[in-house]
């Protein structure tokens, strides 16, 4: 009766194991951190490719935006532009020649990127 209890749990253990494992593998980190800021129009747009399956269900559910080491912008997602990426676009007025921004993205299952650039 032991043995067979013993031999349950570990059966158990293992399934578990192999379920947890199976949900990792789906999940990935972005692939890139894309940036384009305009000078001119004060405008960063940021694209994030992450391909998944379920836009709705696998995503980037966080980007931030730091400028020169401060955040200047914290947006949370619920969903994902498309199945291919997520996109993001916002006036950085306060940017200047010679200024970094810097942009974290974070995949609501696991994994996270990050890109600066110096505004030119």
Same mark, same amino acid.
């Given at each position: 009766m032991q043995k067979t209890l013993r031999l349950v749990s570990i059966g158990l253990v293992v399934t578990v194991f192999l379920f947890t494992l199976s949900g990792l593998a789906s999940a990935h980190p972005p692939s890139a951190v894309n *940036? =384009?800021?305009?000078? =001119?129009?004060k405008v960063l747009t940021i694209t994030t490719p992450h391909s998944v399956g379920d836009s709705t269900d696998h995503y980037i559910d966080l980007i931030t935006v730091s *400028?020169?080491? =401060? =955040?200047?912008?914290?947006?949370?997602f619920f969903t994902q532009v498309t199945s291919g990426e997520q996109e993001a676009i916002y006036l950085v007025i306060d940017a200047e020649a010679g200024d970094t921004l810097t942009? $974290?993205?974070?995949?609501?299952? $696991?994994g996270d990127a990050e890109a600066s650039l110096t505004v030119e």
């Open positions: *940036l =384009e800021y305009d000078l =001119e129009t *400028l020169n080491g =401060e =955040e200047i912008v914290r947006q949370n942009v $974290f993205a974070n995949c609501n299952r $696991f």
